[in-house]
């Protein structure tokens, strides 16, 4: 997850908990410019080559009964098609690609994050402010255009009494631009949390008396990181369809 | 100095994340109640009940984050 | 933080605790290091815009299309089963029908059999009360003309035996008389 170097070096007991987020150049060098290849950008396309695998060659056979890549496939498929249309309806259906990129892209980050030494990407909050404000920008500007300026419906509250509409329309419209930042640094936060709490963990496994109370603390963290691996990329999809709908259908 | 005051900032703020805990236990806790009073309205309703868990988690989240400013950017 | 070799060498002692650390390491958290979000957005839009176009004209309508036949040959095979059970049943009522029929064939032809048997039988019964009872009759009229014959006899030798006896008491004997005598004799 991180380099264990210089912790080695200083030895006693130092938590570096949060080296493992730094982002380096692959080949050499120390300036990092727009189009350097880093250890993300490694593990970006880890993650590509992780989904392609899954999705297209677990799922070239075109078997009537499935093997087991292409059951994980049609399984994950139809996880998100379900979810996608459970929550925006039919006409939400259309979407359903690109909110499936979106998951597949977060939930095989995530996992690959998991392998030990490897390179989270969705820790970074440029990448999960990217990923939040691409849905912000894509409901906003859908709302526009399939509503018009109906979609400001959305922030005028029409069940509740008349005094009461103004302040309501400032708190939905407050809470309407907190959703990116939450929708972020929630994914971002949850990732960093987990991992830096292992490595925490791990730090204290120095201490020869602790380690076995640490390693079985790792080991408890991992199991719960695996989990919130998957539930923050379900979250962050399910919250993504819950916008969707906001935008397609503003009068609830 | 002030690098200490940070810390002892930063550990105030990771209360923030206990409180959190409290939200996530109520909201799942009252899932599971009324799903076991009426147990085939569950399934429907897990969706919410994961959107509920995220909004309240969400906000132990920045405390956390509050706590790791404190601690490695201040 | 900073690299590897900076905090190893230059700030060994201040970098071991406490807040030097934080200082010495450059940005504490290299989530908060702008310098390169640019690099990692950039890396990151490509990566969604090859994952997407993937997804959307590969694996997606791929997936998509498998689901779709394996429904179609659930759909056809359930069709196909009811059918197979629905020509099970209608073999079975027939081959019950059969049992059915051939049971009643076997009862009919056992009541026949039993009925010509018994007709038969009582033929065969008739018949023989009647010879038995010609024969009876036969044999009653045999006996009886056998008991008429041995009366008879017997008047002969009692009328002959009185005759003798009269005959050697010395009386002289009338036949005509003795003879009626024994034959009041033998009717009283």
Known sequence: MATEAHGAEEGGLVFHPMDQFIIKPLFGGDEIGLFTITNATLWMALTVLAIVGLLVFGSSRRAIVPSRGQSVAELAYGFVYKMV??????????????????????????????????????????VTVVLALLVFLTVTILGFVKNGTGFLGLFWVSSAPL????????IELISYFVRPVSHSIRL?????????????????????????????????MYGLEVLVAFIQAYVFTILTCVYLKDALHPHH | MEGQLAHIGAGL????????????????????????????????????LFIGIAFAEALGIFSFLVALLLMFAV | MATDTHAATGHEAEAAHGAAEAAASAPGMPQLD???????????????????????????PRIAAVLAERQGTITNDIAAAEDLKRQAVEAEEAYNKALVDARAEAQA???QNKAEMQAELDAALAKADTEIAAKAAESEKAIAEIRASAVESVEAVAKEAAQEIVAALGGKADAAAVADAVTNRIKG
């Open chain 1, 85 to 126: 249309e459970d929550v925006t309806g039919k006409d939400g259906v259309k979407y359903f690609p690109y909110i499936m990129t979106l998951f597949m892209f977060i939930v095989m980050a995530n996992f690959l994050g998991l392998i030990p030494m490897s390179f989270t990407t969705t820790s970074h909050f440029a």
């Open chain 1, 163 to 170: 005094p009461l509409r103004p302040i309501l329309a400032i």
């Open chain 1, 188 to 220: 971002a936060g949850n990732v960093m949390a987990g991992h830096a709490v292992i490595k925490v963990f791990a730090g204290f496994a120095a201490i020869a008396v602790i380690s076995p109370v640490s390693v079985v603390a790792i080991t408890a």
């Open chain 2, 13 to 48: 703020a990771a209360i923030g994340s206990g409180a959190a805990a409290i939200g996530v236990g109520n909201v799942a806790g009252n899932f599971l109640a009324g799903a076991l009073r009426n147990p085939s309205a569950a399934a429907s309703q897990t969706a919410t």
């Open chain 3, 34 to 60: 702008f310098s390169n979000w640019g690099n990692q957005i950039f890396w990151l839009l490509i990566t969604l815009v090859v994952i997407y176009f993937v997804l959307s004209r590969i694996a997606l």
């Open chain 3, 109 to 111: 032809i056992i009541a």
